[in-house]
C-alpha cells in the first residue's frame, strides 16, 4: 500500500508543476497577441505628421554626424557590439542511483562568456518624404542588423589588438566578435510615444513608462508582425506540452498504467488549455476594439484641433501682415514726401533731409511686404497640409477600425458587444469647391489678402 507521500508526488506535484509551467506560456501568449495586434492597429503616420501619443513610423536613419561603429567601422546611428571568449572544463560529480548507491561520474561543460563590449546611442532623425522627426533611442527595444560576426584563434592579430589582453577560466582561447549597428541612410521601423520636443516647436519620439511599446527595428513592419505571430504559435505549443507532460508522466512514468486505459484522460487538460486559450484570446479580442476605438475617436479629435489651429492662427498672421502693410505705406509716404520737398528746392535743402530720413530707416529697417506675403503662404500651405496629413491619419485609423470589426472570427464578438463602423472623412460641397486667395491693392501699395470658397 502507498503511503501518502508517496501518492503525493506523483499525483499532485508532478501535474501541478505542469499546470504552473502552462500558466507561463498562457501569460506569454497573452502578452504576445496584445503586442501583435496594437502593431496591427496602429496606421503609419508620415514625419511631419506625428501627433502626440503612440505613433508607428516608417523611413530612413540619418543624422549629422554620424557614429563609426568599433568592429566594422561603419557609419551608423547606434551600435551595440561584443565580444564572447569560450570556455570549456571537465568536472567530476557525486550523485545517488536509482538503488541508493552513490556513484561518481565526470562530464564536459563549455560555453560563451561576455569579456567586453557596449551599446552607442545618440539622438538621430527619421526621414520619409515629407520630413523628419527626432528620435531619442534611449530605452527602445533594438532589432538591429548584423554588420561583424567574426570567430578567432589566439593567432589572429583581431584576438589581441581589439580584445582584452586577459583570459577566462579554462578558455580555448577562442573569441567571437560580433556587432550589431543601425546603418545610416537604412530603413527603420519604429513604434513609440511621440512627444513635444523642447527646444522647438516639433514633436520627437522618446521613451515613456507608460508606453506599452518602443520598438526600433531594422526589419519591416511585415517581418515583425510575422515574429510575432511565430511567437503565439509557439507559446500555445509549449503550454500545451506541458500541461499533458504533467498527466503522461504521471501515468504512463510512474503509475505504469496502459496507454489504452490511460489515453482518454490526456484530453481534459488539453480540453481544459484549449478554453483557457478561447477565454484569453476573447479578453485580448475586446481590450484592443475599446483600444483602437479610443484610438479612433482620438484621430477624429486630431482633425478639430488643426481646423482650430488654423481658425486661430491664420488671421493672426494675416492681421500681422496688414499691420507691417501699413506701416510700410507710413514709410514710403514720408519718404516720397521728404524727395518731393527736395525736388522743389522750397524751405530746406537736400542736407536738411538726412537726419529725418535716417530716423526713418532706423525705425523701419526690414519692412518688406514681399517678404512676408512669402511667409503668409508658405504658412498657409504648411497649416493646409497638416489638416490633410490629420485627415488621413483618421481615415487610416477608422480603416482599420472597420476591417476589425468585419472580420471573422472578431466580427462576431464586436457585434455582441455592441461596436460599430465609424465613417470616413469626406469633404462636402462647399469644402470641394477651390479656395481661392484675392490679393487686393491697399492704398496703391503692397496688396492685402482676402480668402473665399
Same mark, same amino acid.
Given at each position: 500500500?502507498?503511503?501518502?507521500?508517496?501518492?503525493?508526488?506523483?499525483?499532485?506535484?508532478?501535474?501541478?508543476?505542469?499546470?504552473?509551467?502552462?500558466?507561463?506560456?498562457?501569460?506569454?501568449?497573452?502578452?504576445?497577441?496584445?503586442?501583435?495586434?496594437?502593431?496591427?492597429?496602429?496606421?503609419?503616420?508620415?514625419? /511631419?505628421?506625428?501627433?502626440?501619443?503612440?505613433?508607428?513610423?516608417?523611413?530612413?536613419?540619418?543624422?549629422?554626424?554620424?557614429?563609426?561603429?568599433?568592429?566594422?567601422?561603419?557609419?551608423?546611428?547606434?551600435?551595440?557590439?561584443?565580444?564572447?571568449?569560450?570556455?570549456?572544463?571537465?568536472?567530476?560529480?557525486?550523485?545517488?542511483?536509482?538503488?541508493?548507491?552513490? /556513484?561518481?561520474?565526470?562530464?564536459? +561543460? *563549455?560555453?560563451?562568456?561576455?569579456?567586453?563590449?557596449?551599446?552607442?546611442?545618440?539622438?538621430?532623425? $527619421?526621414?520619409?518624404?515629407?520630413?523628419?522627426?527626432? %528620435?531619442?533611442?534611449?530605452?527602445?527595444?533594438?532589432? &538591429?542588423? *548584423?554588420?561583424?560576426?567574426?570567430?578567432?584563434?589566439?593567432?589572429?592579430? $583581431?584576438?589581441?589588438?581589439?580584445?582584452?589582453?586577459?583570459?577566462?577560466?579554462?578558455?580555448?582561447?577562442?573569441?567571437?566578435?560580433?556587432?550589431?549597428?543601425?546603418?545610416?541612410?537604412?530603413?527603420?521601423?519604429?513604434?513609440?510615444?511621440?512627444?513635444?520636443?523642447?527646444?522647438?516647436?516639433?514633436?520627437?519620439?522618446?521613451?515613456?513608462?507608460?508606453?506599452?511599446?518602443?520598438?526600433?527595428?531594422?526589419?519591416?513592419? +511585415?517581418?515583425?508582425?510575422?515574429?510575432?505571430?511565430?511567437?503565439?504559435?509557439?507559446?500555445?505549443?509549449?503550454?500545451?506540452?506541458? %500541461?499533458?507532460?504533467?498527466?503522461?508522466?504521471?501515468?504512463?512514468?510512474?503509475?505504469?498504467?496502459?496507454? !489504452?486505459?490511460?489515453?482518454?484522460?490526456?484530453?481534459?487538460?488539453?480540453?481544459?488549455?484549449?478554453?483557457?486559450?478561447?477565454?484569453?484570446?476573447?479578453?485580448?479580442?475586446?481590450?484592443? $476594439?475599446?483600444?483602437?476605438?479610443?484610438?479612433?475617436?482620438?484621430?477624429?479629435?486630431?482633425?478639430?484641433?488643426?481646423?482650430?489651429?488654423?481658425?486661430?492662427?491664420?488671421?493672426?498672421?494675416?492681421? *500681422?501682415?496688414?499691420?507691417?502693410?501699413?506701416?510700410?505705406?507710413?514709410?514710403?509716404?514720408?519718404?516720397?514726401?521728404?524727395?518731393?520737398?527736395?525736388?522743389?528746392?522750397?524751405?530746406?535743402?537736400?542736407?536738411? $533731409?538726412?537726419?529725418? &530720413?535716417?530716423?526713418?530707416?532706423?525705425?523701419?529697417?526690414?519692412?518688406?511686404?514681399?517678404? !512676408?506675403?512669402? /511667409?503668409? &503662404?508658405?504658412?498657409?500651405?504648411?497649416?493646409?497640409?497638416?489638416?490633410?496629413?490629420?485627415?488621413?491619419?483618421?481615415?487610416?485609423?477608422?480603416?482599420?477600425?472597420?476591417?476589425?470589426?468585419?472580420?471573422?472570427?472578431?466580427?462576431?464578438?464586436?457585434?455582441? &458587444?455592441?461596436?460599430?463602423?465609424?465613417?470616413?472623412?469626406?469633404?462636402?460641397?462647399?469644402?470641394?469647391?477651390?479656395?481661392?486667395?484675392?490679393?487686393?491693392?491697399?492704398?496703391?501699395?503692397?496688396?492685402?489678402?482676402?480668402?473665399?470658397?
Amino acid at each position: 500500500m502507498q503511503s501518502p507521500g508517496d501518492i503525493f508526488v506523483p499525483e499532485i506535484l508532478i501535474p501541478s508543476g505542469g499546470v504552473f509551467l502552462c500558466i507561463l506560456m498562457l501569460w506569454g501568449w497573452m502578452w504576445s497577441l496584445r503586442h501583435r495586434r496594437l502593431l496591427e492597429d496602429l496606421p503609419t503616420s508620415k514625419a /511631419k505628421g506625428v501627433f502626440i501619443g503612440l505613433v508607428e513610423v516608417k523611413g530612413t536613419a540619418e543624422v549629422e554626424s554620424p557614429l563609426s561603429s568599433y568592429l566594422a567601422n561603419k557609419p551608423c546611428v547606434a551600435y551595440d557590439w561584443g565580444i564572447d571568449e569560450h570556455w570549456s572544463r571537465t568536472v567530476t560529480e557525486t550523485y545517488t542511483d536509482s538503488d541508493g548507491n552513490t /556513484k561518481t561520474r565526470t562530464k564536459t +561543460e *563549455s560555453g560563451w562568456i561576455r569579456v567586453d563590449g557596449g551599446v552607442v546611442l545618440e539622438p538621430f532623425y $527619421l526621414r520619409d518624404d515629407t520630413g523628419i522627426i527626432l %528620435v531619442h533611442p534611449e530605452g527602445a527595444t533594438f532589432e &538591429m542588423t *548584423s554588420v561583424f560576426d567574426k570567430t578567432v584563434g589566439i593567432a589572429d592579430p $583581431l584576438y589581441y589588438g581589439i580584445g582584452p589582453a586577459g583570459v577566462v577560466p579554462d578558455s580555448t582561447y577562442r573569441r567571437r566578435f560580433h556587432e550589431q549597428a543601425f546603418p545610416l541612410h537604412a530603413p527603420l521601423y519604429i513604434v513609440g510615444q511621440a512627444r513635444e520636443r523642447k527646444d522647438i516647436v516639433a514633436p520627437e519620439i522618446a521613451a515613456d513608462k507608460n508606453a506599452p511599446v518602443f520598438l526600433i527595428s531594422n526589419r519591416t513592419e +511585415e517581418q515583425v508582425l510575422r515574429s510575432r505571430g511565430w511567437s503565439l504559435l509557439l507559446w500555445a505549443f509549449f503550454g500545451l506540452l506541458f %500541461v499533458e507532460l504533467g498527466w503522461i508522466i504521471r501515468d504512463l512514468g510512474i503509475r505504469q498504467i496502459p496507454a !489504452n486505459v490511460a489515453w482518454p484522460g490526456w484530453f481534459l487538460p488539453a480540453g481544459i488549455f484549449a478554453g483557457f486559450l478561447s477565454f484569453a484570446w476573447m479578453w485580448q479580442v475586446f481590450n484592443s $476594439l475599446v483600444d483602437l476605438r479610443n484610438r479612433t475617436n482620438r484621430a477624429w479629435s486630431l482633425v478639430d484641433i488643426e481646423l482650430k489651429r488654423r481658425a486661430d492662427l491664420i488671421p493672426q498672421l494675416i492681421r *500681422s501682415v496688414q499691420a507691417i502693410q501699413g506701416y510700410e505705406k507710413e514709410v514710403q509716404t514720408a519718404l516720397v514726401a521728404l524727395r518731393n520737398q527736395a525736388n522743389s528746392r522750397s524751405g530746406v535743402g537736400v542736407e536738411g $533731409l538726412t537726419y529725418p &530720413m535716417r530716423v526713418l530707416a532706423e525705425a523701419y529697417p526690414d519692412l518688406k511686404t514681399a517678404g !512676408n506675403f512669402s /511667409k503668409l &503662404m508658405g504658412e498657409l500651405a504648411n497649416t493646409e497640409e497638416r489638416i490633410a496629413l490629420a485627415r488621413g491619419f483618421y481615415n487610416d485609423q477608422a480603416t482599420w477600425h472597420n476591417t476589425r470589426l468585419e472580420r471573422i472570427p472578431e466580427g462576431w464578438l464586436s457585434r455582441i &458587444m455592441g461596436f460599430r463602423t465609424r465613417p470616413l472623412w469626406s469633404a462636402t460641397e462647399m469644402e470641394r469647391a477651390p479656395v481661392r486667395v484675392h490679393l487686393q491693392e491697399n492704398g496703391g501699395t503692397a496688396p492685402s489678402i482676402t480668402t473665399t470658397a
